[in-house]
C-alpha cells in the first residue's frame, strides 16, 4: 500500500501569511495526488486535483505542485476562512485512493 | 448540483450489524463510481469502500474486508455500505464520496453519518 505523510502535522499563521503544506507518498504516484480542505464538523471538500489543479469554485490563492513523491499546497495569502485541516490524498493506486494524515491550520 | 445524504447511522452494540445508504441526486448517478470514507473522532480520513459505475467490482480496505459489504442500486440512485460484525475501531462519522468524472478524486461529498460501536 502506498502511505502518504504531510508536514508539519500542524501550523499556526495570521491572515495575509503565505502557507505552504507539504505531502509525500512512499512510492512514486506521478501527479495523481489531491487536495481537500476539512473545516470541524463538515465533509471534506475537494481543493487541488491531479496535483495543480485548481478545482472549479475554489479561490485561486490555493494552488498545489509536485510529482512523484513530492508535493506542496500553497495558500498564497491566509484568509479567515482558511483556517481548517488539510488532507493530500493519492489517486495513484485505483481505487484505494489513501489519505495523508492531515495539517490542521490555526490562528498564530 | 449534486447532493448526497448519508443515513442508518447509530449506536450499536459490538458484533452488530447496521446499513447504512446515501440517496444521490443532482447527476447521472449510474456514470460514476462511488466511495465510503470514514472518520474516527478526532482523527484522519480513511477510505473504506469502493464500487464502480455497475456494482460489479468492489473493493475494501484491509480493515474491513471480510465485513463490510458495499453495494448500489441505479435504479434508485442509492448507494449502501452494510456492515457486520462491528467493532470499537468502527466508530466514526462515514462519508459516501462521487468520483470526479476522470475517476481521481472525490469531487462531491456527503455530510457524513455517525456509527458509534459500544456496550
Known amino acids: 500500500d502506498i502511505q502518504m505523510t504531510q508536514s508539519p502535522s500542524s501550523l499556526s499563521a495570521s491572515v495575509g501569511d503565505r502557507v505552504t503544506i507539504t505531502c509525500r507518498a512512499s512510492?512514486?504516484?506521478?501527479?495523481?495526488l489531491n487536495w481537500y480542505q476539512q473545516k470541524p464538523r463538515k465533509a471534506p471538500k475537494l481543493l487541488i486535483y491531479?496535483?495543480?489543479s485548481l478545482q472549479s469554485g475554489v479561490p485561486s490563492r490555493f494552488s498545489g505542485s509536485g510529482s512523484g513523491t513530492d508535493f506542496t499546497l500553497t495558500i498564497s495569502s491566509l484568509q479567515p476562512e482558511d483556517f481548517a485541516t488539510y488532507y493530500c490524498?493519492?489517486?495513484?493506486?485505483?481505487?484505494?485512493?489513501?489519505f495523508g494524515p492531515g495539517t490542521k491550520v490555526d490562528i498564530k | 448540483e449534486v447532493q448526497l445524504l448519508e443515513s442508518g447511522g447509530g449506536l450499536v452494540q459490538p458484533g452488530g450489524s447496521l446499513r447504512l445508504s446515501c440517496a444521490a441526486s443532482?447527476?447521472?448517478?449510474?456514470?460514476?463510481?462511488m466511495s465510503w470514507v470514514r472518520q474516527a473522532p478526532g482523527k484522519g480520513l480513511e477510505w473504506v469502500s469502493a464500487?464502480?459505475?455497475?456494482?460489479?467490482?468492489?473493493y475494501y480496505a484491509d480493515s474491513v474486508r471480510g465485513r463490510f459489504t458495499i453495494s448500489r442500486d441505479n435504479s434508485n440512485n442509492t448507494l449502501y455500505l452494510q456492515m457486520n460484525s462491528l467493532r470499537a475501531e468502527d466508530t466514526a462519522v462515514y462519508y459516501c464520496?462521487?468520483?470526479?468524472?476522470?475517476?481521481?478524486?472525490?469531487?462531491?461529498w456527503g455530510q457524513g453519518t455517525l456509527v458509534t460501536v459500544s456496550s
Open positions: 464500487i464502480s459505475v455497475s456494482g460489479g467490482s468492489t
Open positions: 464520496a462521487k468520483d470526479d468524472p476522470w475517476g481521481r478524486a472525490y469531487d462531491s
Open positions: 443532482g447527476f447521472i448517478f449510474n456514470n460514476y463510481a
Open positions: 490524498q493519492q489517486s495513484y493506486s485505483i481505487p484505494r485512493f489513501t
Open positions: 491531479a496535483a495543480s
Open positions: 512510492q512514486s504516484i506521478s501527479s495523481h
